[in-house]
């Protein structure tokens, strides 16, 4: 059932052979087509400013108060391209390896290939719409070394890469939407998904102002909505970002692909209570010259707890530099997921540090040593003073605090070669699918995968539907599918609103929060993942009975968006927890402790695991339906990752 | 991209007219203050008689003045309109406003700087230039002996004398003249009017301090390596040493 | 380690942009210090939420001050009593235990209130689609090398492009101006070599439409760079008064109706 289309023939032919071979929509009828995105960061305004210089009529849609606020913003350290200016060895076939296997080869090659592909035009494209990148004094681009890459080949804005190429995307967008080829709704969110005979034809939103509900049709339906992070409660997403639209789609027929698959990013600033309500990244490339660790006792870890002693009163010799004593060759520099996971060990040994003992030292005092506080302040003073502000600790006197937190979620919605979902017509781009980051993604690569999707991707593969459809005729507004999909969000608005129990709808997705992160973060066993299981279920109806939500749908209700949002998440969560369950192996993001080599590692299971897992729903409290799509590698040898 | 408004009609066009306005009368100013710094000289008002009768027959400067007038009306008008429209800009006002954390005192108040000023000027025309237009003040005669340079003077009648004279004869020249000197020696025995003076120069010189490098933003210059320099200028030009000289006036003839 | 605090807040309630608002007070107890101010009043609706009060309604999103949601003033300085930050990275050991703490939203004719601390502004969003952007399609760019900037230029264009679009400026300047944001993109575009062509015709759609919506006008006190999150200069705002100015009385010719 599961066919990923991706076309025949050598890789690196692959999608300039497709490009030919996909239908082309005449110039004068692109006009009589309408396209509707939904979420507006860098996959989505990028694909809604693409398609409406092509001639599409394009609708957006984003929760937030302006297209420019999506989280794409807050990405830091870069965007990855094969360009090649430092000429250190780079090349496309280059970045596409570093990515599958970043990825632990549990990711689409012909994907990935598309991808590094593409990712020289995006920065010509970023740089002709005035995106400031960092240069050289000769004029010429910089680049750096990212996430422990051999070669320099990403591209950065100082530490706000994500909001410079996100305020790119926007301005593209703003000139179509002043041309009037662009609608945009802000405060709109999509509650549910259109479908006639089979096809996607349109959505239903909220206005978060007024609480209308409206239906909006369209040729076609593009799902840029991002990564469900959120379900973790504590993440660095955005306290908005939800997986709402991806969760109706999911339940109108679009397979969900690879949920357990979450990125759990080691330099975060630690959670100091209950109070928290989201917690902040800090920038990996302070593991450049920061070095980890906890004390090698768990006396003195207590000590430290209880603030009997300060990180400099431990001597050296009582220093565990644990990254630094596993991985000799790779150091502090190992990829995201080893480091989170050696931290975690070390603070479930009871050797963490800080008030809550949840917490690992990232130490600055070698490198000041070395270069000097005013270099180290050149290099990472914005870091060093956001820690500064936050935690009232200077980092130039005392060793910072870290601990991981969720950051990106690889899985998503199932799409194919075209980026299309199960459902004819609807797609998914950027952080929203899953196609392209395998099982965990390389730092920098978040930022590529939008934009190749919006500016370079979609505007092809949308075109070939289109022009397969047959037809120019405009959607039928008042097909009886739009009447009655608008009732069931009506309906599903006034269940919600009718909860009056004594939970806040707060209460109950930290509940659930806590529940992922004990039992589906950063390691996994069967045991727990069963346990969690019923958690979750007991957790939705507990959500369905004794949730507390309140006022009216017409008004801005910020009760009500949540409540639908921990509604999906909940859901979601079981899903996360049957994908884990189900992957009896251990590979990138995904640990398993029943998978580890004799040295603790992860230990892929290649002959039973070399798939996809793309789940199908199939009723209220019915379990989901697993669909397996079998990756082939024909051009990269499928290898144990090794950063001893 | 569409037809864009008129200059004037724009914000940056209103802005463009006070900046333009305001820095003509920073300029006057200095040539008013080098021309009444004659009054300090202990001569009777010779020097600053004279010096009144060119300012006001020599063609050019009439030109001037009359844009002189122009510019204090404009900027007023401009200062008015552009006040109302920041007044709408911002209808709900806030309970709690902190304006001191983050802007000086006198750049929120230019309005208020500028209506002390606008007072004082109405009263300082008033006494001054309306007087000595339309013949309400004194006349004088002065006689210097041009062997000894030593220079006498009497008070003269409207009706024996009209306007201006200056003639030599058996070595000694007679200068007739209106006694501005003597209107102003006069004016300033009221106190009130020297504490109007002295309060509407430090007006002046708060509203100069931010308006004069504000003149320069407005108009597009701010360069980092002049506006040290014009910064400098409007403060310690603009905002000491034309308002503190123009104050010592009014104080002089009231104390001497 | 952390203290505790007590506080009063007065807090503007305005149930939507019809009604008339005002001031509500209400009490935060027990408040960490390391908590965030956002945190704060996350616990004041909490427990509006479980007395079944309608929760404090105030925008907000990433949290972690880039994305430019967040819009409180916070006795009478928006984005509260610290420099250089927004109000989500503003932390409750900026205050003291018994303060009384007046939060209000930002207020400008051009930015409504739609629900007691949000406010509408997508007249900032209409204003960059006046002209806040390059004439580039995707797909035709040259290679991104050909074009040589200067470090110091590159530098000095990501220091104006750095705004988050928050409204801290407006909110700030006590004519409600918005010059300060509109600036910062006609100088990171005149900036670039790629921002030449549509450079005078940006500069004047851009402050055309700045007028329309309503803003006040600049009167250069320097509110807005005192506060504005990002540090953006007032050197932006002399900049666009040259290209406007530079644009109107040299290069009218230069528009197309």
């Known amino acids: 059932m599961l066919d990923s289309k991706v076309p025949a023939g050598p890789l690196a032919q692959k999608w300039s052979k497709h490009k030919f071979e996909m239908k082309l929509v005449n110039p004068a009828n692109k006009r009589k087509f309408t396209i509707i995105v939904v979420g507006t960061g860098l996959a989505g305004a990028s694909a809604a400013a693409s398609l409406a210089e092509l001639g599409y009529n394009v609708k957006t849609f984003c929760y937030q108060d302006s297209p420019r606020r999506a989280h794409s913003i807050a990405a830091q350290g870069g965007i990855n391209a094969a360009k090649d200016y430092q000429n250190d060895g780079d090349s496309v076939f280059r970045l596409f390896y570093d990515t599958i296997k970043g990825g632990d080869y549990r990711a689409r090659e012909a994907n990935v290939y598309r991808l590094a592909e593409v990712s020289t035009n995006i920065i010509d494209q970023c740089v002709a719409q005035g995106v400031p990148f960092a240069r050289e004094y000769g004029g010429l681009l910089d680049n750096r070394s990212f996430g422990g890459a051999q070669v320099s080949r990403t591209f950065y804005a100082r530490g706000q890469t994500g909001q410079q190429l996100l305020l790119g995307a926007y301005s593209a967008l703003n000139r179509q939407i002043h041309k009037g080829k662009v609608k945009s709704y802000t405060r709109h969110e999509m509650l549910d998904l259109v479908k006639i005979d089979g096809q996607a034809r349109g959505i239903v939103t909220r206005d978060l102002v007024t609480g209308k509900i409206e239906s909006h049709e369209g040729h076609a339906v593009l799902l840029c909505t991002g990564g469900y992070g959120n379900v973790f409660f504590l993440s660095t997403n955005a306290m908005g970002c939800n997986v709402t639209a991806a969760w109706r789609a999911h339940k109108r027929g679009a397979l969900f692909a690879n949920p357990c698959y979450t990125q759990i990013h080691p330099t975060c600033i630690p959670v100091t209570g209950d109070h928290q309500s989201k917690l902040t990244l800090m920038s990996e490339s302070l593991r450049n010259d920061g070095r980890v660790w906890v004390p090698r006792t768990v006396e003195l870890a207590q000590k430290l707890q209880k603030g009997e002693l300060k990180a400099v009163d431990i001597k050296e010799e009582d220093r565990d530099y644990f990254l630094e004593r596993k991985y000799p060759s790779f150091g502090n520099l190992v990829p995201r997921d080893v480091a989170s996971r050696n931290a975690k060990e070390a603070v479930d040994e009871g050797r963490g540090v800080g008030k809550t003992g949840v917490a690992v030292f990232l130490d600055f005092a070698e490198a000041i040593g070395r270069l000097g506080e005013d270099t180290v302040r050149e290099k990472y003073g914005n870091l060093f003073d956001m820690y500064y502000q936050i935690t009232d600790e200077n980092p130039y006197k005392q060793p910072m605090r870290i601990y991981p937190a969720v950051h990106y979620t690889m899985g998503g919605v199932w799409v194919d070669y075209n980026l299309m979902t199960t459902v004819p017509g609807l797609y998914a781009l950027g952080e929203c699918n899953f196609s392209d980051h395998g099982a965990n993604r390389l730092g920098a690569s978040a930022l590529m995968q939008g934009l190749s999707d919006g500016y370079f991707v979609i505007p092809y593969t949308v075109g070939d539907y289109l022009a397969n459809l047959g037809s120019f005729a405009p959607v039928d507004k008042n097909h009886p599918a739009f009447e009655e999909t608008r009732k069931e969000v009506e309906t599903r608005i006034n269940a919600l609103l009718a909860l009056n129990g004594t939970k806040t709808v707060d209460d109950l997705h930290k509940e659930l929060g806590l529940i992922m992160w004990e039992y589906c973060g950063m390691a996994r066993t069967a045991e727990g993942l069963t346990k969690a299981k019923g958690l979750i279920q007991n957790l939705k109806k507990e959500f369905w009975s004794n949730a507390k939500v309140l006022g009216e749908n017409e008004e801005l209700n910020m009760s009500l968006e949540k409540a639908g949002r921990v509604a999906d998440f909940i859901e979601l969560g079981e899903l996360m927890v049957d994908d884990a369950l189900n992957r009896r192996e251990s590979c990138g993001g995904h640990f398993r402790l029943e998978s580890q080599t004799e040295e603790g590692e992860a230990l892929r299971i290649d002959e039973e695991f070399t798939y996809v897992s793309a789940w199908e729903f199939k009723g209220e409290n019915q379990p989901e339906v697993l669909h397996k799509e079998e990756l082939v590698f024909e051009n990269v040898k499928l290898t144990q990752r090794s950063y001893k | 991209m569409s037809k864009s408004k008129p200059v004037l009609s724009s914000s940056i066009g209103k802005k463009l007219i006070m900046s333009l306005t305001g820095l003509f009368l920073c300029m006057f100013l200095i040539v008013h203050l080098i021309g009444n710094l004659q009054l300090f000289k202990d001569d009777a008002g010779l020097a600053f008689n004279k010096y009144a009768y060119f300012m006001t027959h020599f063609t050019p400067i009439k030109v001037v003045s009359y844009l002189l007038y122009a510019s204090v009306i404009i900027h007023v008008i401009y200062a008015i309109v552009i006040s109302l429209k920041n007044k709408a800009a911002r209808p709900i006002g806030y309970a709690s406003y902190d304006g001191s954390a983050n802007s000086k005192w006198n750049s929120r108040n230019m309005g208020i700087l500028g209506t002390v000023i606008l007072v004082f000027l109405a009263t300082h025309m008033s006494n001054f230039w309306w007087k000595y237009h339309n013949d309400q003040t004194p006349y004088i005669e002065y006689r210097t002996d041009l062997s000894t340079g030593v220079t006498t003077h009497q008070e003269i009648q409207a009706a024996d004398f009209h306007d201006y004279s200056i003639v030599s004869e058996n070595g000694v020249e007679i200068v007739k003249a209106r006694d501005l000197y003597k209107q102003v020696d006069y004016a300033f025995k009221n106190v009130g009017l020297v504490a109007l003076y002295v309060i509407a120069m430090a007006a002046l010189a708060f509203h100069l301090i931010h308006g004069f490098q504000s003149a320069f933003q407005t108009v597009g210059f701010n360069h980092k390596r002049y506006i040290g320099l014009v910064q400098f200028i409007g403060v310690w030009v603009f905002g000491v040493i034309i308002p503190i000289l123009f104050a010592a006036m009014p104080l002089y003839f009231y104390f001497r | ?257």
């Open chain 3, 1 to 257: 380690m952390s203290a505790h605090m007590n506080l009063t807040l007065k807090v503007w309630r305005q149930k939507n942009d019809k009604s008339k608002g005002q001031f509500v007070t209400v009490q935060a107890n027990d408040i960490a210090d390391d908590m965030s101010f956002l945190e704060m009043l996350d616990i004041v609706n909490d427990e509006l939420t479980r007395k079944g009060e309608d929760p404090i309604y105030f925008d907000h999103d990433c949290r972690e001050g880039i994305c430019g949601m967040c819009s409180l003033v916070i006795n009478g300085r928006p984005h509260g009593p610290k420099y250089g930050i927004t109000t989500c990275q503003l932390h409750m050991r900026s205050f003291h235990d018994g303060q009384t703490i007046v939060i209000e939203p930002w207020r400008a004719a051009a930015f409504p209130v739609l629900k007691d601390l949000a406010v509408d502004r997508t007249s900032f969003d209409r204003i960059q689609q006046a002209g806040g952007y390059t004439n580039v399609n995707t797909g035709g760019a040259q290679d991104a090398n050909n074009i040589l900037i200067p470090k110091r230029i590159a530098d000095e264009a990501f220091e104006s492009a750095t705004c988050i679009g928050c409204g801290a400026c407006v909110a700030a300047c006590k004519n409600a101006s918005a010059m300060l944001f509109v600036s910062a993109k006609i100088s990171q575009f005149a900036l670039l070599p790629q921002g030449q062509t549509e450079r005078y015709e940006r500069a004047q759609a851009m402050v055309d439409q700045m007028d329309a919506e309503g803003f006040g006008n600049c009167t250069n006190t320097g509110a807005c760079e005192a506060e504005c999150p990002k540090g953006i200069k007032l050197t932006n705002i002399a900049r666009m008064n040259r290209e406007y100015l530079g644009a109107k009385l040299f290069r009218e010719e230069d528009i197309h109706g």
